[in-house]
């Protein structure tokens, strides 16, 4: 059961990232571009892939509630018992949560499959808010009062800056399929420049939830359990780094070098869901507190 339940915290908090970043980044590289073929051609894709992710994000967002009245009631039988599943939904702080996280999944795959996609300010406040719903859930319930809804507003910027990276680095994906149609050096440095700033708020809210949870700078012993997860997620992220850097240093050669960078932003983006599947394992491990 254990097992499952990363492995569906893994896809959803992974769709529901990138379906937020692939929101915000859309403007941001391609707003002020003239409408083209190829700018049709890649809203089209990129259309059909938000709606995929919306989708698989309701379907693993279920899945996660029978997994969780599953492992509350200790039997695999109770996940299918409806009743069992209203008094989670009802009665628990993860169910009224998740009440309002499915509501608004459901309001997302329905906008993205009727008229109302055309909606940007629409889309942008059903997946904000989809995405900041994941907040409350895991380790950033664990305080109450004042102290546990700091921690909670720290997880939001947290996850902002994660999805908005994750899914503009599914964009550049998409984009570098047809690089010759787009102004690559500019979209780049557009990227990157924005990326300065997700970089920063990812670390700084970092570094507060590893202080706050653990009651140090960073868990120990440094080779097991939490804080061992915990460092195989910053030598990704460091990877990511690492490559979103060597980028930038070359964004004036890009149109010479366009498998490297295509293949560098690919891995790039795969390092990133790595270490989402690294975050869906540490919500599920209690953080070693110093002392």
Not at 10 to 29: D, K
Not at 136 to 156: E, F, K, R, T, W
Not at 217 to 235: D, H, R, Y
């Amino acid at each position: 059961m254990a097992n499952a339940l990363v492995l569906c915290r893994f896809l959803h908090f992974a769709m529901v990232l990138m379906l937020f970043g692939a929101c915000v980044f859309r403007p941001l590289l391609l707003g002020r571009e003239p409408r083209t073929e190829a700018l049709t051609t890649l809203d089209r894709r990129l259309a059909r892939i938000t709606r995929l992710l919306a989708s698989l994000a309701l379907a693993s967002g279920v899945c996660w509630l029978l997994l969780i009245t599953a492992s509350m009631a200790g039997s695999w039988q109770a996940a299918l018992d409806l009743p069992t599943v209203y008094v989670v939904l009802s009665n628990t702080f993860f169910g009224q949560v998740w009440s309002w996280h499915l509501l608004l999944n459901l309001l997302l795959v329905v906008c993205l499959i009727t008229p109302l996609s055309t909606s940007f300010p629409l889309r942008l406040a059903l997946s904000g808010l989809l995405l900041a719903t994941l907040a409350p859930v895991g380790h950033g319930a664990m305080l109450d009062g004042l102290s546990g809804q700091l921690l909670i507003l720290n997880q939001v910027i947290h996850l902002a800056c994660v999805g908005a990276w994750l899914g503009g680095l599914m964009l550049l994906v998409l984009i570098l399929r047809q690089p010759a149609s787009y102004p690559l050096g500019l979209i780049l440095l557009h990227f990157s420049g924005i990326g300065y700033g997700l970089v920063a708020g990812l670390v700084v809210t970092g570094l507060i939830n590893v202080r706050v949870l653990t009651g140090a700078f960073w868990p120990t012993p440094l080779f097991s359990g939490f804080a061992l997860i915990l460092l195989i997620k910053v030598a990704l992220v460091s990877g990511m780094l690492a490559l979103a850097l060597r980028n930038r240093l070359k964004v004036n050669d890009c149109g010479q070098r366009l498998t490297v960078l295509r293949t560098s932003v690919m891995i790039e983006w795969l390092l990133g869901v790595a270490a989402v599947a690294a975050v869906s394992l540490l919500g599920t491990m209690p953080p070693m507190v110093a002392g």
